[in-house]
């Protein structure tokens, strides 16, 4: 009977324990303040110079995932057309954008490849409704 007064404290201890470090999942959506800015940025990559784009586009991105409030950081190939490239950027508001266009890895990456596109369209969205996987 003693061992199973001392077990039980001890037992809810851990279970609590264990609880406290689940992910809240339900709590982060809750959390978002507002939409979501989500932009879509369409570029056209002359051939000779898709590999060196590329190159400088993929550090970018790294550097830019780890960026406060930036919640994705995409590059995508088009399938029909492989010097077609969009960026998917996933943003927690405004105040991440900003940020991340304020970061020296941004402002390398602008300087090394503004004259590359021939074509470019930008495309800025609000989220309605984002649904991912396993999240």
């Not at 369409?42 to 590329?54: G, R, T, V, Y």
């Not at 508001?93 to 990456?109: I, L, S, W």
């Not at 590359?116 to 996987?133: A, E, G, T």
């Amino acid at each position: 009977m003693r061992k199973l007064i001392t077990a039980a404290p001890t037992a809810i201890a851990i279970v609590f324990g264990a609880w406290t470090l689940l992910p809240m999942q339900g709590h982060d959506a809750a959390a978002q303040g507002g939409p979501m800015l989500i932009n879509a940025i369409n570029l056209e990559i002359p051939a000779d110079i898709f590999d060196k784009f590329m190159e400088v586009a993929k550090e970018n991105a790294v550097a830019s995932a780890k960026d406060p409030g930036c919640r994705e950081f995409s590059i995508v190939v088009s399938k029909d057309d492989p010097h077609h490239i969009m960026f998917f950027e996933v943003y927690d508001n405004e105040a991440g954008a900003e940020f991340h266009r304020n970061t020296e890895h941004f402002k390398k990456f602008q300087a090394m490849t503004r004259d590359m596109p021939i074509k470019r369209d930008i495309k800025r969205f609000l989220s309605v409704s984002m649904n991912v996987h396993g999240a």
